[in-house]
Every structure is written in structure tokens, then in C-alpha cells.
């Protein structure tokens, strides 16, 4: 029969097996195959052929065609796609049978026959030492590809011994029983025989192999690729270590490192370090700078004050002698008061040092407009005595000098504290502490009154005075029904301490709030410090980041206009308050000019555009302008709207008036000098933080560059030749040691430095690490009670496997183990791990991946709390 014109059917009952080529035929609906009744005159014939074909092959029965029957309700996935078919029966790759035969137990491996006879350990071979002997068997575990350590000692009475072997020597035997085992972890020591017996001959100390065993019981691998992973066979170059500590010193993260050293060697596989060895440096550094941090801190602070004595640093104890509070003020920011000291915000910051202890910040701005810190504390508490002794020492730095306005948030205890010190200084209130403090319930005000914020924002920003203020408050209270708002009845009786109105008289420059303080808090937190931080590394941190932020002033600012007035501003302000300037110009083009009609120089300046939104807004403002042409010094000139007065500008209205006049010359009491590239006053100290000059008046800096032309020569001859680099090296190293024996002339290490400026005698204090502050940015659970003592601070130590730590593995409480537990065990929780499923932190990668899926209430115990402390100050491991 053609196979073109027939198909094979199945002939029992319900089942049917059509030929791929009838499934593959395109049809509109499912295919069923049936045989055609067979007529009277072949019935014969179809009898016989039936019964030889039953005989031959069962129930197989070959038909002539194939009809379609009425299609069914659904059609399998797979018909009409032939090579879709043909995907889903082809069966996955399995592995190789030889592979799944349990390997033999006595089976040895040894290195490779090709390796050179010269390299390979044997009895005749003599060494200078015990330290070359094993010198020359690690070469040797590095060629063959397996790790080595050093193992027990073998020493006699007239010589010395000592083993090396493979690092799967031995047997793990584990210290605790298996239900309490808190980590699956395997161990790589499967009991290996190979290793050498190294022992000393004679007085000379010259060492030889007396016992040498060369089978392992696990493959080598001598790869080059995963020898040098291997911890006997790493090599760090001690420059690529000391560029590793420096970018852990700023704080750059174990991704980036890794990938800078990739850069530098050209690859991964030529990178003897590992992101796991990386981790691991860290974490030791982190324990290291750990231990004695209030020492520390001293000497950096002594170290600070032999560089410049106007260093200002001041302890706080408690009956313990244990650090309470510290404050400390460098020369540069002593420096920076004596020149902006008029207007200062204090706000604290929290998770800055391990300690929880919050950051105090004094904050001002400069001639640039930029955030200047004048001086910084770490506090234990916020309660009024200590920010009391906190004023009273910045005040005794500042000597004696107080601010103009201080700007803080609503709290009672600064409140007090800035009443019982700064007597002469203005206290206001930070406006943005203010309504944040009542943000939940303004955000439910704003839902109820679609436009009550636009408007509650104009009425607090626009220049009212106190009258108008008040007139437009209950414009606004009428206008939206709020008048039973209890929300707006305490700002409206805050108001004379944080709206703008009520203070005009009073200089506050750009600072109406605390956001400058805000911004250096985001600053310092962003990438000098974190909740982990050491107290003296947070000190040199923050000394960083006060170097970095330093101003730089580089050329004058581009006159906007060709009025005489606009080129000397631009030639007197610096380049950011004339910017400011320019925007106040170009809003005094949306206002006209019309003189008094019965009082001479007085000008109303009228905004060209009407309100419309706000009825109460005032877009007229009364101008008083007297021009001296004769004695420019004597001219006057006043706002109604005191913008002037209030921040020391220019107010869009004053800018008008002077364009219609066409006024020349500003008189210099308009102009602060804060504002000036001359803001700058002398001081009797020196403001530099650091001595980085020589005698002869030439710093750090420029001896480097002096040194870089020649060192640039020396390397780009050097690296065309191996000889020529061993030369080199040879050579520096020679000139390295002439070089240390010379006398430092730059730095605090001069030897007139300590005769010149000789420290005077140190408050003792406790080298003991202080508790966890007791403050609204502690951590969880470590907040004392009023009056109790503070909790100690963590330094992550991790629990030890004791009776009183282990936690049991049937209820996960410490104290006892899972045999004298009386409780049930709970159910057991799945112990698979879905396919991108994560816990937030763990081993498996970053945030949100690579974690345990499953995770209940009840599923916080050991193995969780060590992963924490992996996450933050890495653990040791080897390949």
C-alpha cells in the first residue's frame, strides 16, 4: 500500500495512533481516522486479509484512506507543528555511565608523568633551612595542583622535623552533635596521605626530606587557573595589597575593587585574589580598628593638635570615667566662623558610628553659598545638661563669640540650652523641622482640601508682613473651613519663632531652616560613615570630607548687563551670589516703576501681572531710593518687603528701582562682606588643618610633582626589558633605604614641630568603649529606660558554641540544647529553594535574591544571625 494514501490506526477501543505525517496536515480541527465499511463483494477478501494481518501483527489492521470525522472542542498544542513535535520527544542529555559508578576507595592519584624529575621531592635533596624545604614542596603542590599546609612538628633532641602535607589531611570531627549543627557545611579534609617529612642534619640547620609520600586519595588539578586560588599557592604583591587598603579606606565596595584589580592584571585568570580573599582583609581591618577605639581617637586628636595647636578637642565623662559626649573643632573651621559666624543651624544626625551616638553639627554658610561645618560633637544622650556643655565648649572655642541666629529644631532641651549659653543670639525654629512634624496630619488635610498645601505654602514663603500674614491665614481658614484644625491653630501659635515675617529685621542670609544641615548629614552619611563606624575613623572621615568640601574661589564673574551698578557687583560678589543676583534681575523685569505723586524718592514698584489665584497677595511694594550722585556712599535705599535687611540681597523691587535710575555705584553698606571675594579676615592662627609645607616654603604636592617627570622616565625604560625591571626594582629599593635614614622637614613628624608646638597635659579618660546611646537613633532593642544604663555597645563578636549561647534546635532558644528541650519540635518547613526566590540579605547575592525562600515567623535563628554578621564585616575562609 502507498504510504502516501494510508495511515496506521490502533483498532482498540477509545485509542487511536494517527502517523506524524496525518498530524502534521493542516486541518481546521481535530483529526479522527476511521476505517470505511468494507463492500459485500470484497467481504471475502477483507475476512481473509483481516485474519492473516490479526495473525501477523494483533489488532493492526492496514486501511485504504483516511476520513476526517467532526472536528472536537480543543486541538492539542502540538498539531500542526511538526519540529515542535519532534522537540518534545526528543529525550535531555544524560550523563555518561561511567560517571554514575561509585568511585573505588583505594583509588590513588599522583602528579602528572611529564613533570620535570628535577621538581619533584626525593631523599637525596638538601636545603639551607626547614623554610626552603618547604619552599620547594609548595612549588612542587603548585605544578602537581593540589593545596598544602604545614602540619605537626617532628622535632628531636638533635634535630628539628617538620611535616607538610596535603590540606585534606586528617578527618573533620565536628564539636557539636548533628542536631544542633546550625550550617551544612562540608569539610575538605578526606583523609590524604601525601605530604614530606622535613628534618635538620647536622649544627648547620641544613634540612633534607626523610619521609615522603606522594598518593592522594582525591584528582589533582594542575591548572594554573585554579592553582593560584589555591591558599598556599596565593601571592599578593604587596603593592596590590596596599591598593586594595586604600580603596577599603574609601569605602568602595568589594564589586568595584574587584573590578579595578581585573583592569590591572588583564584579567580575571591572572588574579591571584579572590572577592571572598577581598572580604576577608576587610573584615580583619574591621576588627582590628575595633580594638582600642577611644585610644585611637586620642591620638589622632594629639596628632591633629601637634599639627596646629589651635586644634580644639574637649571629653565628656561619666562617674565611670567612660566617654559621654566629645567635641572638636579643627583650625579651618575656627577659620571659617571668624568669617561667617552671623548665622548658625544646629541639628543632630543618627546611624553615623557603632556607637549610635548622635553627630552635632554647628552649620553655616560661606561666600560661595556652600555649607561650612564650624565644629562637631558625638553625644551619648540629647538631654538639656549635655547640649548645655556641648554650647558652653563651642563657645570656648569660638572665643567667646556668639552667633547672630542660632536655627534649630522644636526640641525643649536646645531650646534651653541655647537660653542658659547664647544670651546675645536669636533663637528661631527650623521651618522645615516645624511642618515635618505635623506631616501625617497636614497630608490628611490636603486629601480633605484638594489646594489647601499651594496655598498654606504661599502664605508661609511670600514677604507679608506680620498683619498681612495674619490676614492672609484666615483668608485661608475661611476659604477651605479648616478653622477646627487643630494642626493649624499650633503653627499658627508657633508662628513668631519659624515665619519669616515675624523676623525680618534680623539677618538670616540664605538660612531660614536647617536644610543646610540636612544636606551635610546626607553628605558625611553618603560616603564617609556608616552605623558600623568606628568613632576615631569617623573623626578621620569627617576631617575627608571637610577637605573636600572646601572652597574654591578661581576667577570673577561676567557682567549680565552693561549697567555701572551690575559690572561692580560682578566685580565684588563671588561667582554664586552673583548668580543669585542675576535671577533677582531677571525677576525685576516682570515689575514697572511709578514715582510718589506727593513724596519725593519714594517709588511703587507694581507686579505687570495681576492676582489671581490669591486675592491677598501684595504685587505692590513701596521703594524708598535716594541717588547721590556726588557722594554715592550717602545714597539710601529701602523695600517695604525688608528682603534686604532679611538676607542681605537685593530684592527683585530694589533691582527695578536702580535700573529706572540708572544708579552707578552701591553704596558698601548694602554690600556684606560675606558675600565678597575679600570675606576673609585675619586671624592669628594658621588656618591649614595639616602642615604639608617645608622651610623653604614648598609643600607635599609639589615635591611629588617634582618626582613625577623622572619616575614616568624610569618606569617607560624599565618595562622593555626583565633585566631592566629587576635593575630597577634593586635599585629603588637601595635608594629606598638611603631615603627612610633622612629626616622628615614636612608634616608633624619634623623634628621643630614638637618644640614649637608642645601639647598640653590630656584629660584622662577610660580606654573603655562607651555604652549604646541612649537616643531616638538607637538601634532596636538597645534603648535603655529613663535613669537605667545604657545597653554595651555590640562589637559583633560572633556566639560561641557553649552551653549558655547555643540556641536548641527544637524551640531556637539559648540556654540549653535540643536534648533537655521539653518542648515539641515544630513542624519541619520546606527545605527546597525556589527559583528566584530570596529573603532580602543572605549568601545568595544582593538585596531581594539568591536567599531562602521560605521563610516564617518563627524562622529567625543561629544560621540567621551569623549571616547578618557575614554581611557586615565578612568571615574567613580559604579555597
Same mark, same amino acid.
Given at each position: 500500500m502507498d504510504a502516501g494514501d494510508s495511515a496506521l490506526v490502533w483498532a482498540s477501543s477509545g485509542v487511536s495512533l494517527v502517523s506524524k505525517r496525518v498530524l502534521a496536515s493542516p486541518v481546521s480541527g481535530p483529526l479522527s481516522v476511521a476505517a470505511p465499511q468494507p463492500s459485500p463483494e470484497s467481504a471475502g477478501v477483507g475476512d481473509a486479509a483481516n485474519g492473516a494481518g490479526g495473525a501477523a501483527n494483533g489488532a493492526l489492521s492496514r486501511t485504504p484512506e483516511v476520513q476526517m470525522a467532526e472536528p472536537l472542542a480543543a486541538s492539542p498544542p502540538w498539531i500542526g507543528d511538526e519540529m515542535r513535535y519532534r522537540r518534545i520527544m526528543t529525550p535531555p542529555v544524560c550523563v555518561e555511565p561511567?560517571?554514575?559508578?561509585?568511585?573505588?576507595? /583505594?583509588?590513588?592519584?599522583?602528579?602528572?608523568?611529564?613533570?620535570?624529575?628535577? =621538581? @619533584? %621531592?626525593?631523599?637525596? *635533596?638538601?636545603?639551607?633551612?626547614?623554610?626552603?624545604?618547604?619552599?620547594?614542596?609548595?612549588?612542587?603542590?603548585?605544578?602537581?595542583?593540589?593545596?598544602?599546609?604545614?602540619?605537626?612538628?617532628?622535632?628531636?633532641?638533635?634535630?628539628?622535623?617538620?611535616?607538610?602535607?596535603?590540606?585534606?589531611?586528617?578527618?573533620?570531627?565536628?564539636?557539636?552533635?548533628?542536631?544542633?549543627?546550625?550550617?551544612?557545611?562540608?569539610?575538605?579534609?578526606?583523609?590524604?596521605?601525601?605530604?614530606?617529612?622535613?628534618?635538620?642534619?647536622?649544627?648547620?640547620?641544613? /634540612?633534607?626530606?626523610?619521609?615522603?609520600?606522594?598518593?592522594?586519595?582525591?584528582? =589533582? @588539578? %594542575?591548572?594554573?587557573? *585554579?592553582?593560584?586560588?589555591?591558599?598556599?599557592?596565593?601571592?599578593?604583591?604587596?603593592?596590590?595589597?596596599?591598593?586594595?587598603?586604600?580603596?577599603?579606606?574609601g569605602h568602595v565596595a568589594h564589586v568595584n575593587v574587584m573590578r579595578v584589580l581585573r583592569r590591572f592584571a588583564g584579567g580575571s585568570e591572572n588574579l591571584h585574589l579572590t572577592e571572598r580573599d577581598i572580604q576577608n582583609r576587610r573584615a580583619a581591618q574591621v576588627r582590628e580598628e575595633r580594638v582600642d577605639d577611644i585610644p585611637k581617637l586620642q591620638a589622632f586628636f594629639r596628632e591633629c593638635k601637634l599639627n596646629n595647636p589651635q586644634f580644639f578637642y574637649e571629653f565628656q565623662v561619666d562617674d565611670k570615667n567612660v566617654v559621654k559626649n566629645v567635641f572638636w573643632s579643627h583650625a579651618s573651621q575656627q577659620g571659617d566662623y571668624a568669617d561667617y559666624s552671623g548665622v548658625v543651624t544646629f541639628d543632630t544626625t543618627y546611624k553615623t558610628n557603632q556607637y549610635s551616638m548622635p553627630l552635632a553639627m554647628f552649620v553655616g554658610f560661606n561666600s560661595q553659598l556652600q555649607n561650612v561645618v564650624f565644629g562637631q560633637a558625638l553625644l551619648r544622650d540629647e538631654k538639656a545638661d549635655t547640649f548645655e556643655w556641648l554650647f558652653k565648649q563651642f563657645r570656648a572655642c569660638m572665643g567667646g563669640r556668639d552667633p547672630i541666629v542660632i536655627f534649630t529644631d522644636q526640641d525643649p532641651s536646645i531650646e534651653k540650652a541655647v537660653r542658659e549659653v547664647f544670651r546675645s543670639t536669636y533663637h528661631r525654629y527650623c521651618r522645615w523641622h516645624v511642618t515635618n512634624k505635623y506631616r501625617l496630619e497636614l497630608n490628611q488635610l490636603n486629601a480633605q482640601h484638594p489646594g489647601l498645601s499651594d496655598t498654606l505654602t504661599s502664605v508661609i514663603n511670600h514677604p507679608l508682613s506680620p498683619a498681612e500674614f495674619v490676614g492672609a491665614w484666615e483668608a485661608m481658614l475661611d476659604k477651605y473651613s479648616v478653622h477646627e484644625s487643630r494642626v493649624l491653630a499650633k503653627l499658627f501659635d508657633e508662628r513668631k519663632m519659624w515665619i519669616a515675617s515675624y523676623f525680618k529685621e534680623i539677618f538670616c542670609g540664605t538660612m531660614t531652616s536647617t536644610q543646610r544641615s540636612e544636606s551635610v548629614n546626607n553628605v558625611v552619611k553618603r560616603g564617609y560613615c556608616d552605623n558600623s563606624t568606628t568613632i576615631h575613623e569617623f573623626a578621620k572621615s569627617f576631617l575627608e570630607c571637610l577637605e573636600h568640601t572646601r572652597e574654591n574661589e578661581t576667577r570673577p564673574s561676567v557682567p549680565y548687563t552693561q549697567y555701572r551698578y551690575d559690572k561692580q557687583l560682578a566685580r565684588v560678589y563671588t561667582r554664586a551670589v552673583y548668580h543669585e543676583f542675576k535671577e533677582r534681575f531677571l525677576s525685576s523685569t516682570a515689575f514697572f516703576v511709578r514715582p510718589h505723586p506727593n513724596k519725593a524718592n519714594y517709588f511703587l514698584v507694581s507686579h505687570t501681572r495681576p492676582p489671581t489665584e490669591f486675592p491677598w497677595l501684595q504685587h505692590e511694594f513701596w521703594v524708598k531710593a535716594i541717588v547721590k550722585r556726588d557722594v554715592p556712599e550717602e545714597s539710601v535705599f529701602e523695600c517695604e518687603c525688608m528682603r534686604m535687611e532679611h538676607t542681605g540681597m537685593f530684592c527683585p523691587h530694589l533691582v527695578c528701582v536702580l535700573t529706572n535710575l540708572q544708579v552707578e555705584h552701591i553704596p558698601s553698606k548694602y554690600i556684606p562682606k560675606r558675600y565678597t571675594r575679600e570675606a576673609k579676615v585675619a586671624t592669628a592662627f594658621d588656618r591649614h588643618d595639616r602642615m604639608f609645607s617645608g622651610p623653604s616654603g614648598e609643600t607635599k604636592a609639589s615635591r611629588m610633582l617634582e618626582l613625577l617627570p623622572d619616575w614616568c622616565a624610569l618606569q617607560q625604560s624599565s618595562v622593555m626589558s626583565s633585566e631592566a625591571v629587576s635593575k630597577c626594582k634593586e635599585l629603588l629599593r637601595q635608594a629606598l633605604d638611603v631615603v627612610k635614614e633622612i629626616p622628615h622637614d614636612v608634616g608633624p613628624s619634623a623634628p621643630t614641630a614638637a618644640a614649637q608646638n608642645p601639647v598640653q597635659e590630656e584629660q584622662r579618660v577610660s580606654a573603655s568603649a562607651p555604652p549604646v546611646s541612649n537616643t531616638k537613633g538607637g538601634r532596636r532593642g538597645s534603648v535603655a529606660r529613663e535613669g537605667g544604663d545604657a545597653v554595651p555597645a555590640p562589637h559583633f563578636n560572633r556566639p560561641q558554641t557553649t552551653e549558655h549561647t547555643r540556641r536548641c534546635s527544637t524551640c531556637h532558644r539559648s540556654g540549653h540544647n535540643a536534648a533537655t528541650c521539653g518542648r515539641e519540635p515544630p513542624p519541619k518547613r520546606p527545605r527546597g529553594r525556589p527559583v528566584g526566590s530570596g529573603r532580602g540579605r543572605g549568601r545568595g547575592g544582593r538585596k531581594g535574591g539568591g536567599g531562602r525562600g521560605y521563610v516564617e515567623e518563627d524562622d529567625i535563628d543561629e544560621e540567621d544571625y551569623e549571616m547578618e554578621l557575614d554581611d557586615e564585616c565578612g568571615s574567613e575562609s580559604e579555597y
Open positions: 561511567e560517571r554514575m559508578v561509585t568511585p573505588d576507595v /583505594a583509588q590513588t592519584y599522583m602528579h602528572n608523568e611529564n613533570l620535570d624529575p628535577r =621538581l @619533584v %621531592p626525593n631523599f637525596e *635533596m638538601d636545603f639551607d633551612s626547614l623554610e626552603h624545604a618547604y619552599e620547594f614542596y609548595r612549588h612542587y603542590a603548585e605544578l602537581a595542583g593540589f593545596n598544602i599546609k604545614r602540619n605537626r612538628k617532628r622535632d628531636k633532641k638533635e634535630s628539628e622535623g617538620q611535616e607538610f602535607c596535603c590540606s585534606g589531611e586528617g578527618k573533620h570531627k565536628s564539636k557539636v552533635a548533628v542536631v544542633d549543627r546550625q550550617r551544612d557545611h562540608t569539610s575538605k579534609r578526606g583523609g590524604c596521605k601525601a605530604m614530606v617529612l622535613a628534618r635538620t642534619t647536622g649544627v648547620d640547620g641544613r /634540612a633534607c626530606y626523610t619521609h615522603i609520600v606522594f598518593e592522594h586519595n582525591h584528582k =589533582l @588539578v %594542575p591548572t594554573p587557573s *585554579m592553582t593560584r586560588r589555591m591558599r598556599s599557592h596565593k601571592k599578593q604583591d604587596p603593592a596590590v595589597v596596599k591598593l586594595v587598603d586604600t580603596m577599603h579606606a
